[in-house]
């Protein structure tokens, strides 16, 4: 059987081409049927190769459907590197609240953070917060002292006695409502009106959040807290210490929860919400 295979595939033929006319030869050419066959493999796979060089290297490999074109191979880099970015801030965001956690503990934080540790604290109890609304429910179990040991003359004030600076100068759009959760007051000013401390105090944050972006705590005497939100720029750092009407931040409208340029100003007293129209004079 395969002695019988092998002759049909050595079997010769010729192939002759006749002029019409005359029928006279004017080519011929001895085949077999595995000549034709490895000739014809051959060919098939220059071909094969030829595209596949054709379409490597030119721009034809963009028509092939599922492969991206040259921009968005160049935005999937680009997004690769900003994401490689955003990992190395978030790895520096979290060391730094691990240190500013150590302190609150009374540890000592790592040796690579720099944090100010100037200002001693009392021992602070806590429980997990909204980071957005972290002083809504209970603030502190204990309020944080941040005041120089020997100066408790203004703590022993009381609120009707303390001058607060204003903030900043502008139209009150929203209330304070705290049936509706709305622990302060809304003020619209100019553009890049920069916003300036009630009272001298210590910074006790100074960051970022998502519903209320750039926002500024400061530490006042008579247990006092201030807080300044949807700032545009923040000019002070947490542990910074501030004088009364010194400029801290610059009004914007970042945030998720706003709706426009404004300033969110809240007032605390020993971790209850006061209304700041009762103490400021907008």
Not at 76 to 101: C, M, P, W
Not at 179 to 203: C, K, W, Y
Not at 249 to 265: K, Y
């Amino acid at each position: 059987m395969k002695k019988k295979l092998f002759k049909k595939l050595n079997d010769r033929y010729r192939l002759i081409i006749y002029n019409d006319t005359t029928f006279q030869s004017v080519w011929s050419m001895k085949l077999s049927r595995l000549k034709v066959f490895t000739v014809t493999s051959l060919l098939s796979a220059i071909i094969v190769m030829l595209v596949i060089l054709l379409i490597a290297t030119t721009g034809l490999r963009e028509y092939i459907p599922g492969y991206p074109k040259a921009e968005y191979r160049q935005l999937l880099v680009l997004t690769a590197l900003k994401v490689d970015s955003l990992e190395n801030e978030l790895y520096k965001r979290d060391q730094f609240f691990r240190g500013i956690q150590a302190i609150m503990n009374g540890e000592v934080p790592e040796d690579d953070l720099v944090i100010d540790t100037s200002y001693s604290s009392n021992q602070v109890d806590f429980e997990q917060f909204n980071h957005d609304s972290v002083f809504q429910d209970k603030l502190l179990a204990e309020q944080i002292n941040l005041t120089p040991q020997g100066n408790t003359t203004t703590r022993r004030l009381s609120l009707s006695q303390i001058y607060f600076f204003v903030p900043v100068k502008g139209v009150i759009t929203n209330k304070f409502k705290s049936t509706q959760d709305h622990f302060g007051v809304d003020l619209v000013s100019e553009p890049n009106a920069r916003i300036s401390a009630i009272m001298d105090g210590t910074v006790i944050f100074s960051g970022w959040t998502i519903e209320t972006g750039y926002v500024i705590y400061i530490q006042h005497d008579a247990e006092l807290i201030s807080v300044y939100k949807h700032n545009s720029e923040l000019l002070k750092n947490m542990g910074d210490r501030v004088k009364a009407g010194e400029a801290i931040a610059i009004i914007g409208n970042t945030g998720e929860l706003s709706t426009g340029p404004h300033l969110h100003f809240e007032l605390w007293h020993n971790g209850t919400a006061l209304d700041p129209e009762q103490y400021i004079d907008f």
